[in-house]
């Protein structure tokens, strides 16, 4: 069993290196590079006081990384400063990018995010994928990723991976789909069905949200339970900014919480589901609505505009939120939760609801429920960024395969 | 926020040290007596193999370990083996001790282990602390602890510290009870009230029932969810060999799971908590039964009998814990879910039912539901040990301290 991605924070390496000079090595050029990435530009002076090394064992590292490509000089420091000015080092905006996918059930999307974060290069396709066979989705992937990558490499990158978020189970060899119950699919493997050459991590999209969320939300904890919505109810759990994968990489299924056990039928083969009273189809049916394309806009219209059928549907949907949360609270004692994807949007009308539940049903001191700024790009930048965190991690990989 | 415990598994340290030199050689020094605890008695070149140093950095190592009374040199090898006869090295039965104590509803115990993870004195005193004040309980808790003490201390071990495991929530600080409802302690420091001089870790019951299972049971897993109970019902976390603490230190409390949203009013503010269904007293009153002392027992002889109403109260709280187990198992994906404490003795009339229920509303391949061999001697064990396992992540501490 492996971790597909080097999802650690940098202060704790999710990855642990042999303990010899190589290994220390390569643990040091991880954390010259997190440290640039975190805080630059930054002189060598600066980069060695950070880290706790020497200047001259910093410069060793810096040129390699130079070398490598994935750190810049900017030119001298701006004089005024106290001291000899030294060059300010700065990650590349050149180099390896990290490519991010997302199969949605109903669109296709793809980014190419630099060393920086910024995105560099984007394409979407919309239209329902439900029930389409893996092939010719997977195949108007492709063309989406090659044409992303051309257009990266037309601004001097090149592709450092390739990180797919889907809707589903996916093994822990993070290329298998076992089971993406909205697109019906059950065991895939994406490995035979996507571009060859580029190395592929695939993954839950609630996981990639909520790694997201640990990397570029604002001021996230690093214990955090993230639970977001689409089609099906996602949850992850991160601890000490880990998430957490489970033995068979299927942890944070959140969606199949009994909140009343006598309750209706699951799909799944249980009663009284999560989502059998919070996933969207069952507020959609709640309100009386049909389902369709942009259901959560939708919803989101009508309850602004007061709907009282939606706004109640929207209520319970909090209500059963707030039971299934408790046990997890209970369970895990995050320091938030945090409501990514379509819960984002629709959190006006669910927190109330949920907040009172989870306050009347915790002893412990409560728990923060916060509503990410991500919503749900979260699964693509996660995805995207993931790709990048893995170059941070390890840049001597880099330099191996350049 | 500390971690309290050094519960990391050999091969994935708990605490990192600095990546320098001195790091590198407490780690290193770690490495060598977790190594000859596991497989030893072993000759220093057997040892160099196994962590893959050079012999001579091994013999460095290992004359420290000497040095400071944590290994010692049984004498040459018997002839016959292949090469020149090397001295086999054993952890040392004398030098440093754990002492670990059980503050139950019920009783007092402590006792003292070796590095070698004998138990070499035990003290324990009957009688229920229900509702007595925490002072006079501590003070019989520390004559129990100087009883002990003092009998080690003739077979010339040492106490390298004192770990108190309590039936309630710990805070971070591993000293404050925060709340121990069945003792009805509030907010109390525990610091203050047991002898100065020893190392000092309080941890909740459950928490230490789980890493004794971890460190003593029979090929346990590396992940997985202990559950217990004693009066209360107890859950511990753990991940990749490591306790999922949570951030007030409270992960693990699976007793107030909501298993029916609209059950009866809990003591903790909830309703229908899976306490309510399958605590002690919650299955004493079912069967209709007055609780007392030796409920356990009591309800294991009686369900061995054949007692219809104990049966079925049984077959009941093992439903409930099915449902609070499923919510459990689809968010952490565990390899195994272990029954410890009460709960292994009344295993026998809990598992169908709870089997039953675990595999009808869990859609993933089943969870494997196992029995714990300590039973409610794992917390005593857990505290103790914690202690041992501290000495040998880092034997380092013990040479600054001696």
Redesign the interface.
């Known amino acids: 069993m492996t971790a597909p991605l080097h999802e650690a924070h940098p202060s704790?390496p999710g990855r642990?290196l042999?303990?010899t000079q190589q290994g220390?090595r390569r643990?040091?050029l991880a954390r010259v590079m997190h440290t640039v990435s975190a805080e630059g530009p930054l002189s060598r002076a600066a980069v060695a006081s950070r880290i706790?090394l020497t200047r001259a064992a910093v410069s060793t590292l810096v040129d390699e990384l130079i070398r490598s490509g994935l750190l810049e000089e900017l030119g001298p420091e701006r004089p005024g400063r106290v001291g000899r000015p030294g060059s300010a080092l700065a990650v590349s905006g050149r180099g390896p990018a990290g490519i991010g996918a997302e199969i949605g059930v109903d669109h296709l999307a793809v980014s190419a995010v630099d060393l920086r974060g910024g995105v560099r290069a984007r394409a979407v396709r919309h239209g329902t994928n439900r029930g389409r066979a893996p092939g010719p989705v997977l195949t108007e992937l492709t063309a989406l990723v090659e044409r992303v990558v051309a257009e990266a490499e037309r601004e001097g990158l090149w592709p450092a991976g390739l990180a797919v978020a889907v809707p589903g189970?996916v093994a822990r060899d993070a290329r298998t789909v076992v089971?993406a119950p909205n697109l019906d699919w059950h065991h895939v493997d994406l490995g035979t069905l996507l571009p060859a050459g580029l190395p592929l991590t695939v993954d839950n999209e609630a996981n990639f949200g909520s790694l997201a969320e640990l990397w570029l939300g604002d001021s996230t904890?690093r214990?955090f339970l993230h639970v977001s919505a689409e089609i099906g109810i996602g949850?992850a759990?991160v601890?000490d900014g880990r998430l957490?994968?489970?033995?068979?990489?299927?942890?944070?299924?959140?969606g199949?919480?009994?909140?009343?056990?006598e309750g209706p039928e699951c799909a799944?083969?249980?009663?009284g589901c999560l989502e059998q009273y919070a996933g969207e189809e069952a507020v959609l049916r709640a309100a009386g609505l049909t389902p369709g394309e942009d259901r959560v806009d939708m919803l989101a219209e009508r309850a602004a505009q007061g709907d009282k059928d939606v706004c109640r549907a929207l209520h319970d949907a909090g209500t059963a939120l707030g039971?299934?949360l408790?046990?997890?609270v209970?369970?895990?004692?995050?320091?938030a939760v945090v409501l990514g994807g379509a819960l984002a949007a629709l959190a006006p009308w669910l927190l109330p609801s949920l907040e009172r539940e989870l306050a009347?049903?915790?002893?412990?001191?409560p728990c923060a429920v916060t509503v990410s700024r991500l919503g749900s790009e979260g699964p693509l930048l996660g995805a995207a960024h993931s790709v990048v965190r893995a170059v941070l991690d390890d840049p001597a990989a880099i330099a191996e395969r350049g």
Chains 1, 2 share one sequence.
């Open positions: 704790s642990r042999p303990d220390m643990r040091n706790g189970l089971r904890p214990d949850g759990v601890v957490l994968r489970g033995t068979h990489g299927f942890a944070g299924e959140l199949h919480v009994p909140v009343r056990p799944c083969g249980g009663r039971v299934a408790t046990g997890a209970n369970l895990l004692d995050p320091e009347r049903r915790t002893a412990g001191p």
